[in-house]
């Protein structure tokens, strides 16, 4: 399977008066740490979308197990445990600076070829990159 | 069960390029919608977090049934399905404006002692304010 | 010269570990409200868009005169001091609940023509709208 | 005077449906991008805040030069012009990949006790940090 691992800094505008990251942001971070697993592939994202394929989120899913704050290095530690078809499911484990597991997460997307609007399967040089995992 | 509704309009700050509403932005809706469905029954949560309460959210689930847009104004509908003790649990359907089933959603949330930072049940106000409903 | 007034509930989400609401999210209340204004005008940002224009911010000023606090239900005023005409600018006035004025902001936006990428005068529709308040 | 650098890439998240960053998110790059010029001095906002100073934002302005755009690796230029006193002016200069100015801004925060909620001077580890630049 495919692992990858990214580093975040917490911000301030991700806070909330709880003193804690805002359980809504995880979704951005998420998102971080998987566009750069694709990159650490020699994958864009943005040259996906250009190429006419959007990835959209069908389905996600976080549990919080101790409060993020402000200003911690977070490592996203990603897995593609199945080999992507015409979804593809990233699972998140993110520590913060004591190296304590702070947060994890689930997300399905679908490949969506945007001229027919119709799910397609996950691009060539996608399951090329890929390939040596599973 | 407790069964409550709030209107939200889609701000242009929630769109992204995909021309959608980000997936990471529901949480904020889910939030909205359960701070309107306490207020309805009498409870604030702001005054909740004055006498020495918090809820931080344990887990949070988002399915994206069909994409939210800009400028909708959605109708979040709320259901507390089980008598909350020392957790709750929040369930949301989001309509758009055809009455399209666009988002379902579950979070979980902790009530806290602030002081001792220790698990607690309910506060007893809103114990009797949800007590007609199960 | 036009003006309008909005209310906006705080959301958890738009404080910060301040315990303020993060100085950002001010740009976000302005474009509601600057939205609000409009639809009272009976003009729909959404259509105009939908129309073939778009109106991209140029500058943005803000002063944070005191706290803005979580779930304070703020009221925005709205002030369109010049009759639009390739730019329009709204200044806005923030008042918590306490009717203590919080912020001040100006917004300078531009009406670009999306098929051309080039500015463009204010919508007919809109014009005739205004023009009764200058 | 003091400057620093510091790249931030533009997430998915920051989008809006016009397919630039949106207007409101500049002020998270510009905290980042202070944060970051503290950091290269050796200090942390962070420690400020623990050792009972915040700093909030007084006044903010942004000017938008050209669009910025999804996954650019934003180069952010911060300058501290003035020696600071009880206030610290950030100036900022935004350029994209290819080098090209797309936002400047400017952001005035006051140093303020917490425990008096009184303004005060830049704590002396700052002041000295800065003394090299004025």
């Known amino acids: 399977m495919y692992k990858s691992e990214t580093k975040i800094r ?28 694709l990159r650490q592939l020699g994958l864009s994202y943005k040259d996906l979308e250009a190429d006419g394929i959007i990835m959209p989120v069908l ?12 200003d911690e290095l977070l490592t996203v530690k990603v ?21 304590e597991l702070i947060n994890i997460g689930e997300t399905k997307l679908a490949f969506i070829d945007t001229a027919s609007g ?3 399967r996950m691009p060539d040089d996608m399951a090329e990159a890929m390939s040596g995992y599973y």
Do not use: H, W
């Not at 389905?59 to 402000?70: C, I, M, T, V």
């Not at 897995?79 to 190296?99: C, H, L, M, S």
């Open 10 to 37: 917490v911000r301030y505008a991700e806070t909330d008066q709880m003193g804690y990251i805002y359980y809504g942001n995880y979704a951005a971070y998420y998102e971080v740490a998987r566009v750069e697993s």
């Open 59 to 70: 389905e996600n899913y976080s549990k919080y197990l101790a409060p993020g704050r402000y």
């Open 79 to 99: 897995t593609v445990k199945k080999r992507p078809g015409v979804k593809i499911v990233f699972n998140y484990e993110i520590f913060n600076e004591a190296d």
């Open 118 to 120: 119709i799910p397609c």
